[in-house]
């Protein structure tokens, strides 16, 4: 569905298993960075009310997931923990086009398409691979909602900018975001 070009490595989700508490933490501020891109583009955009509610819709949604993540902390004795930088998202980020605004709302879709797109299947490798029953579960149910995400986003995209144009540009972000992600899946983070 998504086209991402370098799968992760199925052993990324032994590696974040061995040390569930930072996945958690991890996992459960990139909920609360999604809840803030979802508000930042409805800034950009307040122009199109359908794009906007469908956009405090992910908004609510995201602070939802950090809600459920932190609850799992919770219930299993761990503290949350400081928010983590996210190398991987920084350098999606420098990919951002600057400049014309079309070209850069285009783009900061097609960035927030990316990140959902690599959460969908990074959640899709750990229901496939690690042994907790529960986080399988919790896993999966939000495997559905980051695809969700990533269809919302490109949608946007396509009406925002011209079709043919936002196709072009998808295949140069998943070239681009293949060339990072040979630097990634080796710690116990949702990107990382």
Request: aromatic content about 12%.
């Amino acid at each position: 569905m998504f086209r991402l070009k370098l799968p992760t490595d199925p052993r990324w989700a032994n590696i974040a298993e061995k040390n569930i508490e930072e996945v958690l933490t991890d996992h459960a501020w990139c909920e609360q960075k999604a809840a803030t891109n979802a508000i930042t583009l409805i800034t950009l955009l307040p122009e199109y009310p359908e794009i906007v509610t469908e956009l405090l819709s992910i908004a609510q949604e995201e602070l939802d997931h950090f809600n459920q993540v932190h609850e799992i902390i919770k219930k299993r004795g761990y503290t949350l923990g400081r928010p983590r930088k996210d190398d991987y998202v920084n350098e999606l980020f420098k990919f951002i086009i600057q400049g014309c605004r079309e070209d850069f709302i285009v783009d900061k879709l097609l960035f927030a398409a990316m990140i959902e797109a690599r959460s969908c299947e990074r959640f899709k490798v750990l229901t496939e691979n690690i042994k907790d029953e529960e986080l399988k579960f919790f896993y999966t149910e939000l495997m559905i909602s980051e695809a969700n995400h990533y269809t919302t986003f490109i949608k946007f995209a396509r009406q925002l900018g011209d079709p043919e144009k936002v196709n072009q540009r998808w295949e140069a972000w998943l070239d681009y975001e293949a060339r990072i992600i040979l630097s990634y899946g080796k710690k116990e983070t949702i990107h990382g």
